[in-house]
């Protein structure tokens, strides 16, 4: 099956700082989505981006599918930031609808 | 955006019992999905709750362990049978086929967590 790996697996920043975290998956993909897990286990979506770039206030992303690598970009990072993030990658096919979740970057941001 | 509800939130269970989670969506969704995941550990797919059928396990999960039902395309329940202190987990569901998003962008539920003493 397809593997999923991020990086780094911890990150700890002081507030207001910049980061950039890492997934890099070994095939092709129709689907890869970006979460956070808040410390209450509650998974919000930040990105559905299979392809290309997408903002959305301080977060943006960036998929090169060619390349087989997203990024996640964190600015000005504040305390709520604190989670894990997760990349999960959905190949499609006989696999259709099956997230393969990496194993998640634990981001500490203290204030 | 639909709304989705996991019950119960959380639970302690005795060893040797069973416990039945719900997962309903305000809206009608094409697929519903089951994961897990363990204390520390990423996510991972039980199986595929199929509307009218029987739902579609992952490599490592079972029907008798895990019995998945879907009546309908708004509500999926999963059943975690003769649990054992292993089973302690957070259990998630998750939707796909919602309106107004991408037909593969899936969605997830509160999470239920698990303790099995």
Known sequence: GIQVEQSPPDLILQEGANSTLRCNFSDSVNNLQWFHQNPWGQLINLFYIPSGTKQNGRLSATTVATERYSLLYISSSQTTDSGVYFCAVEVGGTSYGKLTFGQGTILTVHP | ?117
């Open chain 2, 1 to 117: 955006s639909a709304v989705i509800s996991q019950k119960p939130s959380r639970d302690i269970c005795q060893r040797g019992t069973s416990l039945t989670i719900q997962c309903q969506v305000d809206s009608q969704v094409t697929m519903m999905f089951w994961y897990r995941q363990q204390p520390g550990q990423s996510l991972t797919l039980i199986a595929t709750a199929n509307q009218g059928s029987e739902a579609t396990y992952e490599s490592g999960f079972v029907i008798d362990k895990f019995p998945i039902s879907r009546p309908n395309l708004t509500f999926s329940t999963l059943t975690v049978s003769n649990m054992s202190p292993e089973d302690s987990s957070i259990y998630l569901c998750s939707v796909e086929g919602l309106a107004g998003v991408s037909y593969n962008e899936q969605f997830f539920g509160p999470g239920t967590r698990l303790t099995v003493l």
